[in-house]
Each structure stands twice: as structure tokens, then as C-alpha cells.
């Protein structure tokens, strides 16, 4: 069978998700210590919808000098060849790291600058080169499309809750609650961590029928936050009065203030998105300083996490035989209905393109 020589790609211009467009390129070779993958799965983050909207801009964008960029960071594939030097082998299967370089540690700016999917070249294609350094290899039993939901996801989800622990000992104190913002891929991986591991959750969404799909999953208590707008009073409610230990703050600007209310004195608010909006309403001011004081709160961003966290969250993976929740898959031709799915938000765990 003749081998092929052109890459299939998916590009934007950062000018909006109906204007994403097909290209193609020359399949790249290998270099010292590279591998090329042939990529079989690409999982999409709302950062993707962002970046193709031209909306990422708290952190770098594209150079005046290139207007094109192959989408998404997430991808699951297989080792196609092995450049001289490199430590992985043909055969095998790999996971992308969202920050090429963050290997350990807590992230620098610089590794920024190493971001996929921005400012670097993307994986909604069907071929890239990669440093060895910047793949983990799959546990056997995911399958492909499970495996690319974990990149950033799944380690962000992970080092939310974890990132204060020593290596190799996860939170996993049956008292302790975690409160997850919403079901999306991000919330609902880490749902299924906390279960794995033993805690209590709480899940809120404004979709019953999400919520029901929750307590399948193992939530122990779950909110509609149309039915309860002041969801902190229901969530102290379930925790006795004591608060949430940790909470999965995604929603930013109008969800931030429900989680000071809801947190457990000492408890960690971990600061991973902002669905509700980046900017505050005059009912959204806070007073960060007085909120973290009155419950001796640990306030922390996260940029996803380092590789050899994500080593560590894959083998707790294995251990407890975790499958990623899946909602869709697409084809890879479908790959704009796919960013269109997830912009419009009804997903429940996390969307996914079959590229081969």
C-alpha cells in the first residue's frame, strides 16, 4: 500500500468557528530525539471554541506573521517513526501534553510559549511531530477516543484537587467533599476522580436531566442552580454546615462569590474557568482579600498541570480501571459541527473527533 504524503488539517484564522477551513500540508519527519504520530483521536476544550474565535487573549496569540493555526491540543495516536535518539518507540500509543515543556513543578511563563493549539501548531490533523518529552504513552485498556479526553481535562481536573498533595498520594479522605461546577469535561472528570478515589461530590448544572446523569456517576448531592440561585446555602445544607472542602470553580465572574459562601474554613477553591464571563458585573465586586480571610481560603489558578502529574493521574487511571465520560463523536470531516457542538454548551463530558 503506497504511504501518504499529505496531512490533512483543520485551520483558523481566529476569525470565527463557521470560518475554521481545511488545508493541507506535507507530512513532517522526525528529527533527534522526535516522533512522528499518526493522530487517531482529538478531544476538544472551550479553550479550542476561543482560540478560533479569536477570544484567547489572556495569554499569547498568533504572531502578526501567521494568520493560519491548526486547532485543539488534546489528541490520542500512534508512534508512526521514531527520529534518531527519541525514547519512545514506533507502536506505541501517546498522549499529547498541553504545555510541551511544563515537565515538573508548579508552570513558568515561559512554558507558555509551548502551548498547543496555540501558539503552537495544533493536533486536528492527521500527522505531527512531536519532542519525545512532550508525549505520555496510554494505559492499554482506553480506547482512543477515551484516552484523548485527557490532556487537559482530565489533568486539570486531577491537579485541581491534588496539586497540594505529595506524588502518589491523592486526596482520598472519605470526609473530604469536592464541589464541581457544571458537566463539562473538566467537572465531570474530575467527578469520576474524586468517586474513584473515595470522596463525596456535588454537582450542580442547570439541566436536571445532567444531574440525573451525575448521580450515575456516583454524585453524592447535585444542585440546579435555576431552582437555587444561592446554591452555597444548599451546599452547606449538605455538608452539615461545615462548607466544601474543595471546589471546581469554573463559571468566574458571577459563580465566584456562591463559592467563598460555600467553602469549608481551610477548604481550596481551584480556579480553572470562566463560562459566566471574564468580567464582573457591579453584583459580581468582591473583596477577595476580606472572602479568603474570613475562611482561611487557598485561592489557585491552574493551567492544567505538569507531565509527571499527568504520569501520575494516568496510572491512578489504570488502577481504578476510570473510563472517560464520552458524550459525542465526530468524524474528522465533521470537525466544525464538532466546535459548533461544543460553543453551544449542551455537551455532558467531553466531545471528540475520530480522525483515523
Known sequence: ???????????????????????????????????????QAVSLNYRDTEVANGLY????????????????????????????????KEGQRVLSIFLQTHQTGQ?????????????????????????????????????????????????????AMN?????????????????????????????????????????????????????QLGADYTINYKKFPNWSEKAMEFTKGKGVDIILECGGAQTVRQSFDSIAFGGLISSIGYLSGKQDTESDAL????????????????????????????QLYAEKQIHPVVDKVFSFDEAKDAMQYLAKGGHFGKV???VA
Open 1 to 39: 500500500m503506497a504511504q501518504p504524503t499529505q496531512n490533512k488539517q483543520w485551520l483558523t484564522r481566529q476569525d470565527g468557528l463557521e470560518k475554521l477551513y481545511r488545508g493541507e500540508a506535507g507530512i513532517p519527519q522526525p528529527g533527534e530525539k522526535e516522533v512522528l504520530v499518526k493522530i
Open 57 to 88: 487573549n489572556h495569554h499569547k496569540s498568533l504572531d502578526e506573521g501567521n494568520k493560519s493555526l491548526v486547532l485543539a491540543s488534546d489528541m490520542c495516536g500512534t508512534i508512526v517513526k521514531a527520529g534518531p535518539g527519541a525514547s519512545l
Open 107 to 159: 508552570v513558568q511563563e515561559s512554558d507558555m510559549a509551548s502551548g498547543m493549539g496555540l501558539p503552537l501548531e495544533g493536533v486536528l490533523q492527521e500527522y505531527r511531530v512531536f519532542p519525545d518529552t512532550a508525549l505520555v504513552t496510554v494505559p492499554d485498556y482506553l480506547s482512543n477516543e477515551e484516552a484523548a479526553t485527557l490532556p487537559i481535562a482530565g489533568t486539570t481536573a486531577f491537579m
Open 163 to 215: 496539586w497540594m498533595q505529595p506524588m502518589g498520594k491523592p486526596v482520598s479522605n472519605p470526609e473530604t467533599t469536592v464541589l464541581f461546577q457544571g458537566t463539562g469535561g473538566v467537572s465531570i472528570s474530575g467527578l469520576q476522580i474524586a468517586k474513584a478515589c473515595g470522596l463525596k461530590a456535588i454537582v450542580t448544572s442547570s439541566s436536571d436531566e445532567k444531574l440525573e446523569r451525575a448521580r
Open 287 to 314: 473583596n477577595i482579600n476580606v472572602l479568603a480571610l474570613r475562611r482561611n481560603v487557598t485561592l489557585k489558578g491552574h493551567i492544567n498541570g505538569p507531565k509527571d502529574r499527568f504520569e501520575e493521574m494516568l
Open 352 to 354: 471528540v473527533i475520530k
